[in-house]
């Protein structure tokens, strides 16, 4: 049982360049966070699923996209990345009570 | 919208002696959830405790407690019995007591973390 699971663990883009940030969970959980992390900021939410098949915006969603996959995958997409997303970003997923979080990924925008 | 505040950056506590960790909130609603998250530098975010509003009593994990004042808005952090390992981030969170999307799913707002240190 792993959990929740982020890949790539670092990364680093260029300007304009794009990727994919993959997240997994093994808890059949039905819904799926995207959030970022920046110095001083706590943790803001990017995008969410609530089942499969469904996503929705959060409180900082400009630049991303999103992909429920299925109801283990949730990816979320830097289309031109821009050096204000450097930052450190978490999937979670959750049940009722408590969201899991994985190790998150530290991408950087140069 | 709900808000939450961390008054305090930075925190340092004696190895073996106890600090409190504070955190206020703002919010209209009646029944809601609130939580502490340890992030040490590995940015592994680990709950630490829960509480539930409508629960009077005070949520107690080893040597972490709350003190929920759901009048004034206040949810601290006791640790007691410092170790060198409790040296991280601490984050304050609340999510309201109902899901939306019908799924389960909720949203969870933070605070901007109290950086704790240990020392020997």
């Known amino acids: 049982n792993a959990g929740v699971t982020q890949t790539p663990k670092f990364q680093v883009l260029k300007t304009g360049q794009s990727m994919t940030l993959q997240c997994a969970q093994d808890m059949n959980h039905n819904s799926m966070y995207w959030y970022r992390q920046d110095p001083g900021m706590g943790l803001r939410l990017i995008y969410y699923s609530a089942s499969e098949g469904t996503t929705d915006k959060g409180e900082v969603p400009n630049g991303y996209n999103v992909s429920r996959l299925n109801k283990r995958e949730f990816s979320l997409r830097l289309e031109s990345a821009a050096p204000s997303q450097t930052s450190v970003y978490f999937c979670?997923?959750?049940?009722?009570?408590?969201?899991?979080f994985g190790p998150g990924t530290r991408l950087t925008v140069t | 919208a709900q808000t939450v505040t961390q008054s305090q950056p930075e925190m340092s506590v004696q190895e073996a002696e106890t600090v409190t960790l504070s955190c206020t909130y703002d919010?209209?609603?009646?029944?809601?959830?609130l939580f502490w998250y340890k992030q040490p530098p590995s940015r592994q975010m680990i709950l630490v405790i829960r509480?539930?509003?409508?629960?009077?009593q005070n949520a107690t994990e080893n040597r972490f407690s709350v003190n929920f004042q759901k009048a004034a808005k206040s949810f601290s952090l006791k640790i007691s019995d410092s170790q060198l390992g409790d040296a991280a981030m601490y984050f304050c969170?609340?999510?309201?007591?109902?899901?939306?999307?019908?799924?389960?799913?909720?949203?969870?707002?933070f605070g901007k973390g109290t950086k704790l240190s240990v020392i020997p």
């Open positions: 969170a609340y999510r309201s007591y109902y899901s939306y999307s019908g799924a389960g799913s909720y949203q969870l707002t």
């Open positions: 919010t209209s609603e009646s029944d809601y959830y």
């Open positions: 509480q539930e509003a409508y629960k009077q």
């Open positions: 979670a997923s959750s049940e009722r009570r408590e969201q899991y």
